[in-house]
């Protein structure tokens, strides 16, 4: 059972700094691709970022150059670093990853920035 377990989040003023982590189980995690998603309230669920099995990278032109995505294969962790968040980055974040049958979510973090 593909268990995705998230930390991380919560309210920071515009251009701070939040990290998202992610914790993954039930499945060979080194094999596979990783993404973080974001919704906020009224909008459609958005890639943020993803993180390929052999750590190739791909932001959203949004983030880019504010946040960078690992990942620890040996801890099987995701992480999301987020650096000079503005008021827009509000939104809850998923931490995700799929197989051929079907898709696998974490539970969802809510980052607020606001002054």
């Known amino acids: 059972q593909v268990r995705l377990v998230q930390s991380g989040g919560g309210l920071v003023e515009p251009g701070g700094s939040l990290r998202l982590s992610c914790v993954a189980s039930?499945?060979?995690?080194?094999?596979?691709?990783m993404d973080w998603y974001r919704q906020a309230p009224g909008n459609q669920r958005e890639l943020v970022a993803r993180?390929?099995?052999?750590?190739?990278?791909n932001y959203a032109d949004s983030v880019k150059d504010r946040f960078t995505i690992s990942r620890d294969n040996i801890w099987n962790r995701l992480y999301l670093q987020m650096n000079n968040l503005k008021l827009e980055d509000t939104a809850v974040y998923y931490c995700?990853?799929?197989?051929?049958?079907?898709?696998?979510w974490g539970q969802g973090t809510q980052v607020t920035v606001s002054s």
């Open positions: 995700h990853t799929k197989s051929r049958e079907r898709d696998f």
């Open positions: 039930g499945l060979n995690f080194r094999l596979y691709s």
């Open positions: 993180i390929a099995s052999d750590s190739t990278t």
